[in-house]
């Protein structure tokens, strides 16, 4: 392989008329004006950028005209023409250049979301946060001359900028958290946030949308069949999917995609579907509490509770006891429309909407659970008549069979 050898004077570009600059933010010397970019802050976007300069630093530099008095005035006169403001010098900050011919003022062409970012960072700096990249200053070249008209073309240019389109964004992020996670499987969700220069609920969400079935991720794209869903949406269906997965009430794939078209032909709105999903959620959270009333009613003696195990553990053992009970009577019912949700079976693309292998594998938990963690359960209740009464009153309250609990109860 043939090495080309060059000396880098050869490839710097040296203007005259450019100075690259670091200017100290307390200073308050750069002047704004009417931008073609109005939206500063898109869905918290610019706690991202404050985010990554904290972390990364300012990447890519702003650029600002220094003009003298004249030429400053004739550049107002253009802009309030064009925008139809009413700016003046007397409302501009100047700046003395000793260098190059005494006043001047500087005015921001293009990063002004930096230049606000990296005020925002400043603030949180006096507020007492460290930054080994962030010092408190904004990066800008600063031309000595330029007519309004080419600035004006320079900054729209600028912002033709396209950001990658979402899906393959939240594909890098989410192949950099395993790379990450390969070599230290500590690593915290704030941390990662910290590192690639975002807000813990962007990686929060981003992780989230990762753990929805491939097909359902699909959906975000342009082509997807059915109609492509924005991921403020998805995050929203992610969201009540882990909820629902918490809550022992998995979601399956198909459920998930007919939701997902669903939302997308009667084109509800993330806002109001992230109102829903809340909503489903503390319904969720209020059957759980009214079912650990009606189970917990009667008053446990802590003293008891510590000789078999902890307290937390009991609840979880009901919990799982009421839920297989719950399953057997939605069968009596005929909810799985005929189908054991404790198999597959023959029609798959009927049960897989119930997660039929869910009750089998809690059921499974559960024995592991009373063998494993409560070995002596079974002595307790051979020593105490009243406790095991109180046990068969409750498997014939709950419709649970004596058999799962002989079968784990029985020693050698």
């Known amino acids: 392989m043939t090495v080309i050898s060059i000396c880098s004077t050869e490839i710097s570009i040296e203007q005259p008329d450019v100075l690259s600059a670091a200017i100290p933010l307390h200073l308050h010397i750069i002047n704004t004006l009417p931008q073609v970019r109005k939206t500063m802050n898109a869905n918290g976007d610019m706690d991202d950028l404050v985010e990554s300069i904290l972390s990364k630093g300012q990447k890519v530099a702003g650029l600002a005209l220094a003009l003298k008095p004249r030429a400053a005035r004739q550049y107002l006169k253009e802009v309030n023409r064009l925008w139809g403001t009413k700016h003046s010098l007397r409302s501009l900050k100047k700046v003395h250049f000793s260098d190059k011919g005494g006043e001047h003022y500087l005015i921001l062409v293009y990063g002004h979301r930096r230049l606000r970012a990296c005020a925002l960072a400043q603030k949180r700096l006096q507020s007492g946060e460290t930054s080994t990249s962030f010092v408190g200053t904004y990066r800008c070249d600063i031309h000595f001359g330029m007519s309004f008209q080419d600035a004006f073309s320079i900054q729209l240019l600028e912002n033709l900028y396209l950001a990658p389109p979402k899906h393959e964004e939240l594909a890098a992020m989410w192949r950099y958290w395993r790379y990450l996670r390969a070599s230290d499987p500590f690593l915290s969700v704030s941390t990662f946030a910290r590192t690639i220069g975002r807000r813990p609920e962007v990686v929060r969400d981003m992780l989230r949308f990762s753990n929805l079935p491939e097909a359902v991720q699909d959906k975000i794209r342009p082509d997807a069949p059915g109609g492509k869903a924005s991921f403020a949406l998805l995050k929203e269906v992610a969201r009540k999917a882990e909820a629902f997965e918490a809550f022992d009430k998995p979601m399956g794939e198909l459920e998930l995609i007919r939701l997902v078209d669903l939302l997308v032909a009667k084109r509800v709105r993330a806002s109001d579907y992230a109102r829903q999903v809340s909503e489903e959620i503390r319904h969720l959270q209020n059957e759980q509490q009214d079912l650990f009333a009606e189970m917990l009613s009667e008053p446990v003696e802590t003293r008891t509770i510590r000789k078999v195990a902890a307290a937390e553990l009991i609840q979880s ?20 429309g005929g189908l054991s949700p404790y198999a597959e079976g023959t029609q798959k693309e009927i049960s ?9 594998r809690t059921a499974l938990k559960l024995m592991e659970v009373l063998k494993g963690a409560v070995p002596d359960l079974a002595e307790m209740l051979r020593r105490d008549e009243k406790s095991d009464t109180k046990l068969q009153s409750a498997l014939v309250d709950l419709e649970i069979s004596e058999a799962v609990f002989s079968a784990v109860l029985k020693t050698s």
């Open 352 to 360: 897989a909407q119930f997660s039929p292998d869910s009750p089998a």
């Open 317 to 336: 053992i009901l919990r799982n006891i009421h839920y297989l009970a719950t399953i057997n009577a939605m069968m009596k019912t005929d909810a799985f």
